[in-house]
């Protein structure tokens, strides 16, 4: 039995010792990257579906590695945050896509992705509001999207940290939403400007009859409390049709555009006011 166990333990070592290594050369490799420009911010339009336009762009993290090509921030957001390197990818983030929209016409608006870890640092506000200072965006343009976590997982300290970045006048999403165990509980307990239904449900739109359900009963959530519905993942016709008839507000996914290049946004923009 000792011998078994033994062959057990050596069968996966290598591939444990590999993921490790992997994990480090991530580590290593991403603190270069956020120093030397390779992280480079995408941006995704968001369209308000009564009046058929752009709202704003959600800004999405890509790193682009000089030998490996491109690594994908579901891969390298995790060893971010569980390296505390999300505090300066988080700061090159909020100041990139904060500049970013200043560029932009009139009231478009900057969704920014904040990882729970963020909160943790306990100077994210002094960084937003430094930020909308140097970058002189009114802080109404700038959207931040955080998940039910921050939220359920609220110490005194995070309850502060929400309180003063509200007093900025900021607002808030709530990402997705629907895929956590308390996203009704954290909807009751922290006043959100937005939903933003998960793509998970918007793929089974079509499939089956639960997820056309539940759509229609976030849509009805959205206009109770007078906050907006966002369903991302749209990529079909059909999708947005039922999410129109739903009554949604507004619509993400690769059907009305793939996340964009920084340069590519004012071609974008000069493109739908031609429509
Ligand atoms: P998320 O915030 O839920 O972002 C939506 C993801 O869905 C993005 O993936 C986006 O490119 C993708 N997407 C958009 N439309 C469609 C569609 O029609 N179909 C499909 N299949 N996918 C679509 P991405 O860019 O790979 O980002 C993955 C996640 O990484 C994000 O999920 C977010 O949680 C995180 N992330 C990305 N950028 C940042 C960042 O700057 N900071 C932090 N903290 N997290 C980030
Ligand atoms: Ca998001
Ligand atoms: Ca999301
Ligand atoms: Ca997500």
């Given at each position: 039995a000792k011998a078994e166990g033994g062959r057990r333990v050596r069968a996966f070592?290598?591939?444990?010792?590999?993921?490790?290594?992997?994990?480090?050369?991530?580590?290593?490799?991403?603190?270069?990257?956020?120093?030397?420009?390779?992280?480079?911010?995408?941006?995704?339009?968001?369209?308000?579906?009564?009046?058929?336009?752009?709202?704003?762009?959600?800004a999405l993290a890509r790193w682009h590695h000089p030998e490996r090509g491109m690594i994908s921030p579901g891969e390298f957001i995790p060893v971010a945050e569980a390296t505390g390197l999300i505090d300066a990818l988080g700061v090159y983030v909020l100041k990139t896509a904060c500049a970013a929209a200043m560029q932009w016409p009139g009231t478009l608006r900057?969704?920014?992705?904040?990882?729970?870890?963020?909160f943790r640092e306990g100077n994210l506000d002094q960084l937003v509001e430094e930020v909308l200072r140097t970058t002189q965006l009114?802080?109404?343009?700038?959207?931040?999207?955080i998940t039910e976590s921050v939220i359920l997982n609220q110490d005194q300290?995070?309850?502060?940290?929400?309180?003063?970045?509200?007093?900025?006048g900021v607002r808030f999403s709530m990402d997705d939403f629907g895929t956590g165990y308390s996203s009704?509980?954290?909807?009751?307990?922290?006043r959100f400007d937005k939903i933003k239904l998960d793509q998970s449900?918007?793929?089974?739109?079509?499939?089956?009859?639960?997820?056309?359900?539940?759509?229609?009963?976030?849509?009805?959530?959205?206009?109770?409390?007078?906050?907006?519905?966002?369903?991302?993942?749209?990529?079909?016709?059909?999708?947005?049709?039922?999410?129109?008839?739903?009554?949604?507000?507004?619509?993400?996914?690769?059907?009305?555009?793939r996340p964009i290049p920084a340069a590519g946004v004012a071609?974008?923009?000069?493109?739908?006011?031609?429509?």
């Amino acid at each position: 039995a000792k011998a078994e166990g033994g062959r057990r333990v050596r069968a996966f070592e290598p591939e444990m010792e590999e993921r490790q290594h992997q994990r480090r050369w991530l580590e290593r490799e991403l603190r270069l990257a956020i120093d030397s420009g390779q992280i480079e911010l995408h941006y995704q339009p968001l369209f308000e579906l009564a009046t058929n336009t752009v709202t704003g762009f959600e800004a999405l993290a890509r790193w682009h590695h000089p030998e490996r090509g491109m690594i994908s921030p579901g891969e390298f957001i995790p060893v971010a945050e569980a390296t505390g390197l999300i505090d300066a990818l988080g700061v090159y983030v909020l100041k990139t896509a904060c500049a970013a929209a200043m560029q932009w016409p009139g009231t478009l608006r900057v969704a920014v992705n904040i990882s729970p870890a963020q909160f943790r640092e306990g100077n994210l506000d002094q960084l937003v509001e430094e930020v909308l200072r140097t970058t002189q965006l009114p802080s109404q343009r700038l959207e931040l999207e955080i998940t039910e976590s921050v939220i359920l997982n609220q110490d005194q300290a995070t309850h502060d940290m929400l309180t003063r970045l509200r007093r900025l006048g900021v607002r808030f999403s709530m990402d997705d939403f629907g895929t956590g165990y308390s996203s009704l509980s954290s909807l009751n307990s922290f006043r959100f400007d937005k939903i933003k239904l998960d793509q998970s449900f918007v793929r089974n739109l079509m499939e089956r009859d639960e997820a056309a359900a539940i759509v229609h009963v976030v849509a009805e959530l959205g206009r109770s409390l007078k906050i907006t519905t966002t369903a991302e993942g749209v990529e079909t016709a059909e999708q947005l049709a039922r999410l129109r008839a739903s009554g949604f507000s507004e619509v993400q996914g690769y059907l009305l555009s793939r996340p964009i290049p920084a340069a590519g946004v004012a071609a974008f923009i000069l493109a739908q006011n031609n429509l």
